[in-house]
């Protein structure tokens, strides 16, 4: 059974930074391309970062980039996001996903797998 537990969430002021991780199970991490995605108040979810299985390509939505960095450590079976300069906008439920096939990077509809979420609250 495939699990994804996020964890790292937490309330921070503007400017701040906030490492996420997501510990992945039941099926073969390494293989898989994962990503993170977020879901503020009243707006659809969105993709904020993909990385490749074997970590050498990453992607980020144009709203994130410079500021946050996703990477993964496949012998931890573990993907991170490293949050930066935050901002109240960022302020959402972020959830990291896995799939195998292929399909858009940052597109939720591509994403086989879920983990629960863990909240970040930015504040000004």
């Known amino acids: 059974q495939v699990q994804l537990v996020e964890s790292g969430g937490g309330s921070v002021q503007a400017g701040g930074s906030l490492r996420l991780s997501c510990a992945g199970s039941?099926?073969?991490?390494?293989?898989?391309?994962m990503a993170w995605f977020r879901q503020g108040p009243g707006k659809e979810r969105e993709g904020v970062a993909a990385?490749?299985?074997?970590?050498?390509?990453?992607y980020y939505a144009d709203s994130v980039k410079d500021r946050f960095t996703i990477s993964r450590d496949n012998a931890k079976r573990t993907l991170y996001l490293q949050m930066n300069s935050l901002k109240p906008e960022d302020t959402a439920l972020y959830y990291c996903a896995a799939k195998y096939r292929g399909g858009s990077f940052l597109k939720d509809d591509a994403y086989d797998y879920w983990g629960q979420g863990t909240q970040v609250t930015v504040s000004s």
């Open positions: 039941g099926y073969t991490f390494d293989s898989a391309f």
């Open positions: 990385i490749s299985s074997g970590g050498v390509s990453t």
